[in-house]
Nanobody
Framework: QVQLGESGGGLVQAGGSLRLSCAASGRTFTYYNRGWFRQAPGKEREFVAAVSWSGGSTDYADSVKGRFTISRDNAKNIVYLQMNSLNTEDTAVYYC????????????WGQGTQVTVSS
């Protein structure tokens, strides 16, 4: 069974930092692009960041550029999202995903982890 599992969410004050992790099990995702999405209450799920299978290429939503960093450790089958300078608009459930074209058509999803930024 293929599973993606997020961890690292929580409550943080505005200006603070969190690091999310997404571990994969059930298969090797080495050759899949990996990404993060988020969904705030009352809003649609939106793209946050993506990293190529090699880790050599990254892509970010404009709203998080310069604040968030995506990275991956293929030996551990884990993808990270380092989030700095958090603000209240970053409050959402964060989901990790995997797929050949992860930004447009993810094939696999995690169950999500809540990130809440207080003012």
């Amino acid at each position: 069974q293929v599973q993606l599992g997020e961890s690292g969410g929580g409550l943080v004050q505005a200006g603070g930092s969190l690091r999310l992790s997404c571990a994969a099990s059930g298969r090797t995702f080495t050759y899949y692009n990996r990404g993060w999405f988020r969904q705030a209450p009352g809003k649609e799920r939106e793209f946050v960041a993506a990293v190529s299978w090699s880790g050599g290429s990254t892509d970010y939503a404009d709203s998080v550029k310069g604040r968030f960093t995506i990275s991956r450790d293929n030996a551990k089958n884990i993808v990270y999202l380092q989030m700095n300078s958090l603000n209240t608009e970053d409050t959402a459930v964060y989901y990790c995903a995997a797929g050949a074209d992860v930004r447009v058509a993810p094939l696999y999803w995690g169950q999500g982890t809540q990130v809440t930024v207080s003012s």
